[in-house]
């Protein structure tokens, strides 16, 4: 796996329709031309009309993603070794030398992580383990013994097997000797022995485990028969007794060395959650796995002072509130936008793009026909949805003739009928009365800060504004808390009657903000707006405008 970095094309919070097709539309076309890293993602649930949208056109919708915060698949380092557990200690330290690692993973036949080898662990075992005061017994299997000491087998049985087993140097005496080795059970033996034959004859009629003889020594053939004879392995060592005698160490299996004190990390966690662990861990790194348990690569201190491996793309909102939380963290590539200027700033230089046109859908559609790439069907008609829904079907305010053109463009070139779609598509906004206070002011929730303020405004399209003015008191009491919860200078709800092209203000906050705004008052906290059908254009330079006011009278 290579560390590439993938682009994520994203709307704002609360996404929209418009926010949703955009950023499935531009992905596309930065796809098609050529770029595989990108992809389309969604801060939010999408809307029942998005939904319509994209299941009639048969158009996925893009990954959901709840957050940027920061986790260990941005950080992690994916081209990654490991060692299977039952892969000889001598092969797991080459790799480890050859690769210049501080820790390599051990993991098992799936894959599964299992546990840590680093250079402390292996210390530890070799103290914990190699006791001249005792006769310490090492789990080994033949096979890797044979591979580690260069062997030339000359009989080998149970190679795969795997026991504790004694390293016995043949220093002693013959008589003597056999009477240890009988004394502590021949059959849990490796016997290394130079050319003795007697005693190569006794450990063989003892029936060790393995007898291996040093400095390249050939057995006798009636050695090598008898040894076959009984079962025993038989292995010619290339090097001296004492040569041979530390390398066996070295053929026990990487599993028996691994750490499993260091936890794993899953590709989902925050860094913030193992951060702390991650500085107390060997070598300050640790194993990172996916959902099923499976390695797939490793995070070190140094990885997380390094660029995550995440890049974005913003379109339909430019303003960090408005943005997908954790957003700092990452570079900002472009931003195909047609709102207000919020205050963001960049590290680096950036593409901009701001048209004041009634949707991104309309920018997004341009830059296909900019760029001479043809747009496929199903983008086309998503696109077509997107600039409908977000200006009313071209009858907003915010509707300009670049919008008409792209409508035009886009229902010839996929046939679909603008009025006909027009109707789907408001149909599929979803009954309201089946909706929550707190669904109806968070669905489409933006929040701003201007002045020093903090605010949010949110908007609703209906057929009838009535049964929203019915239900006031639960509505009004939601933004009340939704105010009081973050902290904002007032929350204010649009509700648009898309049939008069009308709508009515429902807003809480600060009485002194509040008592500025001079529509005529419906009831207590809804004000009506006449001919008011943007919250961009023409409700949020308002909101403004009183701001300026009330942050001049505050002063005073
Ligand atoms: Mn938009």
Redesign the pocket.
Known sequence: MKNEKKIYVIGHRNP?T??IV?ATAYARLKQLQGNASCAAARAGKASAQTEYIFSRFDVELPEFLPNLVPKAEHYASRDVLSVKEDDSLWNALELMRKGDFKVLPVVDGEGAYKSMLHYKGFANYIIANINPSRKSAFPISLNHLSQTIHAQPVALFDGAEVRKSRIVVAASDGAHFDDTLRSEGAENAIVIVGDRHDIQRSCVELGVRALVLSNGTAPRKEIADLANERHVTLLISPFDTSSTAMLIIYSVMAGNLGDTSAPLVRLKDTVRSFRDTLSKAPSRCLAVADDDGRLVGVISEGDLAKEPNVEVILV?HNEPSQAIEGIENYRILEIID??RLGNLSTRHPITFINRVVG??CTIVTNLYREQKVPLEKPMASILLCGILS?TLSLKSQTATETDAEAVEYLSSITGLDVAALSADIQGATGRIGALSAKEIVSMDLKEYTEKGAAFSISQIETHSPMALVQRREEILKHMEETCAEKGLLFCALLVTDVTLLDSLLFITGKKSFVSLINFPLTTDGIYELVGVVSRKKQLVPLMAELLSIHAAAEAK
């Open positions: 929209d418009d926010s955009s339909d047609h709102h949707a991104t977000d």
